[in-house]
């Protein structure tokens, strides 16, 4: 018998004996994205952060269990950009959304952007929403529009209300007459106003109300692949919490604040598992700029880096970051990494498969930082844009070179306390160089030590000027695009 005659005689016995049996590779099953969003967050306000006087065991719980990122970073260190730059992959002042949209507002997100919704849509994920949208109240620029099936939530801020920011009535006498043109507060359902949050009793249910929607829209779409944007009012002032957790912490109303809002993730993750969802579903946590200083004991806290929200310093725009994906990113990792909001849209596109948006991007795929591939390096470069267009530092490595410009201050002035804000303070500063691996709190300029890095890091900011523009330097740049506007 020859050699291909006795091959062919095993494989026929091979297939008698039910070799066609063996399981055929199963195939892949789209996973679904649970992706939470703070407000006001620090850097500092989370249990496995550093945070002191109250607990967050659901939220370690993901760490635990999953990757606790150290240097990533929110796109800029405001609301309205921030979101946008999280849901389009894009450096916000790409897309023409700066600084924080009013209720009076006439611009919003632009319908020739694609966000994280309508690109999973495309795989056919169902995708739903609960919290604070802030890009646009106008029925056109309202989530349902963006690729969200469904939606309740506010359509800004929770303070941009007729209300003080401690929840009392604008009276004669007070430092913000403004206020008093504002809105009701609209809770709004799909595109329809279904309730006015007047008052601290509504707000104290805020977290209540997007928990709720969260699990139940869980339960409805267990047999689908699905993507959750929970993008919590809380922790900006003023800060509600039900009467179950008033008083629960040692850290007065922030910290009991922080306890329902780790509830809320408890809730969704026991939602997850009771559904047998657990083992497919990446959850992601993190924040969309850091606290809001100058309200004192109902702000966080950046765990010592400098300044807060509403600057390009640390405080302003570094911010916990928590993933979780059974089997896939491997439990109790740290990830040291530069990787920032821009970036979680492109790594969902790896993941599903979902086409990347037509238009330029800024984000990357950190997928392989999430699979745990130490030697992966996706992010090289960080631009800390603010203001309208203000390129006021550049991130390469661990070297951050930061631009001369005037900024608001939380350093040199008391802040306020009871839900009131203190006073800023304005400072400014020269050209600077930080070594963040040594210095993350930007306490010494090292420029004159380095010179060589500081020219290199120069050469980095010439590329974003060059590309996106720079009013600190009067460049126009090439490649911006326009908001939505309303007719």
Not at 33 to 59: E, K, R
Not at 183 to 204: H, T
Request: hydrophobic share 35%; aromatic share 12%.
């Amino acid at each position: 018998m020859t050699k291909t005659a006795r091959w062919m005689s095993v494989l026929l016995i091979l297939i008698s004996f039910g070799c066609q049996n063996i399981p055929a590779k199963k195939k892949s099953k789209l996973p679904n994205i649970v992706l939470i969003f703070m407000d006001d967050m620090g850097y500092g306000d989370v249990g496995s952060y550093g945070a002191i006087n109250y607990q967050t065991p659901n939220i370690d719980q993901l760490a635990a269990e999953g990757m606790r990122f150290t240097n990533f970073y929110a796109a800029q260190a405001v609301c309205s950009a921030s979101r946008a730059g999280l849901l389009t992959g894009c450096y916000p002042n790409r897309i023409g959304i700066v600084g924080a949209l009013m209720p009076f507002s006439k611009i919003g997100l632009s319908d020739k952007e694609t966000t994280i919704a309508q690109m999973l849509k495309k795989k056919g994920y169902v995708t739903g929403m609960t919290g604070k949208w802030h890009l646009g109240w106008q029925k056109k620029f309202l989530p349902l529009q963006h690729g969200f099936d469904e939606f309740l939530g506010l359509p800004y801020s929770n303070d941009m209300w007729p209300y003080e920011y401690d929840g009392r009535p604008i009276g004669k006498n007070s430092k913000r007459p403004w206020k008093k043109k504002y809105p009701q507060l609209p809770l709004i359902k799909g595109n329809k106003k279904i309730k006015e949050i007047r008052g601290m009793k509504y707000m104290d249910s805020l977290t209540y109300y997007y928990t709720r929607f969260a699990v139940d829209f869980i339960n409805r779409h267990k047999d689908k692949p699905f993507f959750l944007y929970i993008a919590h009012s809380m922790v900006h002032v003023p800060l509600g919490v039900t009467d179950r957790f008033r008083g629960k912490s040692k850290q007065g109303i922030f910290g009991d604040v922080m306890m329902e809002v780790d509830w809320s993730v408890g809730e969704v993750l026991k939602t997850l598992k009771k559904n047998g969802l657990e083992d497919n579903t990446l959850v992601i946590f993190t924040s969309d700029n850091g606290p809001w200083l100058n309200f004192g004991d109902h702000a966080g806290s950046t765990g010592g880096l400098r300044e807060g929200k509403g600057t390009s310093w640390e405080g302003g725009q570094r911010e916990p970051m928590i993933a979780r994906w059974p089997g896939k990113i491997p439990p109790g990792t740290i990830c040291n990494k530069l990787s920032s909001t821009i970036d979680i849209l492109p790594t969902l596109a790896e993941i599903t498969g979902a086409p990347l948006p037509k238009l330029k991007i800024d984000g990357v795929s950190i997928l392989p930082l999430l699979l745990g591939d130490k030697k992966a390096n996706p992010r090289k470069v960080f631009y800390y844009y603010y203001r309208r267009n203000s390129l006021e530092a550049v991130r390469k490595g661990h070297w951050k070179l930061v631009f001369p410009h005037t900024y608001r201050s939380y350093e040199g002035v008391l802040p306020g306390t009871g839900g009131m804000p203190g006073k800023y303070n304005w400072d400014s500063t020269g050209l600077a160089l930080y070594d963040l691996r040594r210095d993350p709190g930007e306490r010494y300029d090292v420029k004159a030590l380095y010179p060589q890095v500081v020219a290199e890091l120069q050469k980095v900011a010439d590329k974003a000027r060059e590309d996106l523009g720079d009013d600190l330097t009067g460049k126009k740049g090439k490649n911006r695009r326009p908001p939505g506007r309303v007719e």
